[in-house]
C-alpha cells in the first residue's frame, strides 16, 4: 500500500509535468515549497538514514552542476527536482527513479525518431518522464 507522502508526491509532479509540458517550466516556489517539506518530512520521520540523504542530495547537486555546464541542456527546475527527490528517497532510491526516467525518455525519444515526428536537436520537457521513473520505483517497490 502507497503511502500518503507518496500519494502527495506522485500529485505534485504530475502536477509539475503538466507545468513544464505546457510552459516549458516548473514553478520555483513549487520547487522550494517541495524541498521545504522533504527536509521536514525527514525531520519527522526519517525514513531513510542521513548519509543516503546526503547521497541524494549529492546526486542533486551533480544535476545542478550539468545544467550550468550544458548552459540549462538540462534545465534547472529539472535538477532542483532531482534534488528534492534526493533528499526525500534517498540516494538508491534516486537512482531507481532516474535509470526508470532515462529509459523511459530513451523509448519516447526513439519512437518519436522513428515516426519522423521528432528531429535531434528538438528537447522534450523531463518532468514527466521523472513522475514516470517515481511511478516505476512505487510500483516495483524498490521505494
Known sequence: MWKVSQIICIGAMAG??????MFRKVPEAFLILGGA???????????VEIWLLLGGAG??????????????GIGY??????????LYMGMWNL?????????LLLIAAMALLATGRFKRNASLP?????????????LTGVG
Not at 546526486?59 to 540549462?72: D, H
Not at 527546475?77 to 534526493?86: A, K, M
Open 95 to 103: 537512482l531507481g527513479v532516474l535509470l526508470g526516467a532515462l529509459s
Open 37 to 47: 517539506a522533504a527536509i521536514l518530512y525527514q525531520c519527522i520521520f526519517r525514513t
Open 126 to 138: 523531463f518532468y514527466p518522464f521523472l513522475t514516470g521513473g517515481y511511478v516505476l520505483v512505487l
Open 59 to 72: 546526486i542533486g547537486c551533480f544535476f545542478l552542476f550539468m545544467s550550468k555546464v550544458t548552459r540549462e
Open 16 to 21: 509539475m509535468s503538466v507545468t513544464d509540458v
Open 77 to 86: 527546475g529539472d535538477s532542483w527536482g532531482i534534488l528534492v527527490l534526493g
